[in-house]
């Protein structure tokens, strides 16, 4: 189990490294934007918040992913437990830490989104 989790995580930070990269040279933007391979021609500011934006969901859609696996795995466990009330236990307790975190994750999403300026909804 430790070792399909490390692989989640190794899969999300590379999903979450930066893709927005910075042209160089000539530029066909107007004066004082910047040139983005991922967003076009853009201020800083707004470069910078659809970076965070774009980092932020796909934070979500990992977080998501994770907790729908945990979930099943809780539910695999508690179905394969039998009468051993040790096994039965260690589901719950699994579950219960799955949507404790999930919640977590949902507070710290409405406080970005309420802290990021100019990030319109999800997606």
């Known amino acids: 189990?430790?070792?399909?989790?490390?692989?989640?995580?190794?899969i999300m930070g590379?999903?979450?490294?930066?893709?927005?990269?910075?042209?160089?040279?000539?530029?066909?933007?107007?004066?004082?934007?910047?040139?983005?391979s991922t967003f076009g021609c853009q201020d800083k500011e707004s470069a910078i918040n659809?970076?965070?934006n774009l980092v932020l969901n796909i934070m979500t859609v990992g977080v998501g992913v994770i907790g729908t696996l945990g979930i099943l795995v809780a539910g695999i466990?508690?179905?394969?437990?039998?009468d051993s009330d040790e096994q039965v236990s260690k589901a719950k307790k699994?579950?219960?830490?799955?949507?404790?975190?999930?919640?977590?994750?949902?507070?710290?999403?409405?406080?970005?989104r309420f802290l990021l300026p100019g990030v319109d909804g999800l997606f």
Do not use: D, H
Not at 1 to 10: N, R, Y
Not at 18 to 30: D, I, Y
């Open 77 to 82: 466990q508690y179905l394969t437990a039998r």
């Open 14 to 36: 590379m999903a979450m490294m930066p893709v927005v990269v910075f042209a160089e040279g000539e530029s066909k933007c107007a004066e004082g934007q910047i040139e983005t």
């Open 1 to 10: 189990m430790k070792k399909i989790c490390l692989a989640l995580a190794m």
């Open 94 to 112: 699994r579950l219960v830490q799955i949507v404790i975190g999930m919640v977590l994750y949902a507070m710290m999403w409405g406080l970005l």
């Open 50 to 52: 659809n970076l965070l």
